[in-house]
């Protein structure tokens, strides 16, 4: 795994936690689009074990919080959990 690959899917979840602790809002549309470039280019980077595990993360990602002051969603404490599975896996491998 490149560098980029290994830094982009690091800052993802340090911005899913921002997403946690500040409250969704447009942090969190932001989060639901970075993922979902990181998704195509660890496609494109024949990452398909990431990349399978990213898809759960979004599948589950309703990307909901599109205004400033509406909080998190239900499941993004879930979602969360499962990118400090990634996070782990991401570490492992450097």
């Keep these: 795994m490149s560098d980029n690959i290994n830094n982009r899917v690091l800052e993802l979840v340090r911005l899913h936690r921002s997403v946690i ?26 990452l398909f074990n990431l990349s399978d595990r990213l898809m759960d993360v979004l599948s589950r990602c309703t990307g909901a919080s599109h205004e ?16 400090e ?10």
Excluded: P, T
Excluded at 69 to 78: A, N
Excluded at 85 to 94: L, R, S
């Design 21 to 46: 602790e500040k409250g969704g809002g447009l942090l969190c549309r932001r989060f639901n689009e970075e993922a979902s470039k990181l998704l195509i280019d660890l496609e494109e980077e024949g």
């Design 85 to 94: 599975g990634i996070e782990k896996k991401v570490k492992e491998q450097k």
């Design 68 to 83: 400033e002051q509406e909080g998190i969603c239900e499941k993004g404490r879930m979602v969360q959990k499962m990118l």
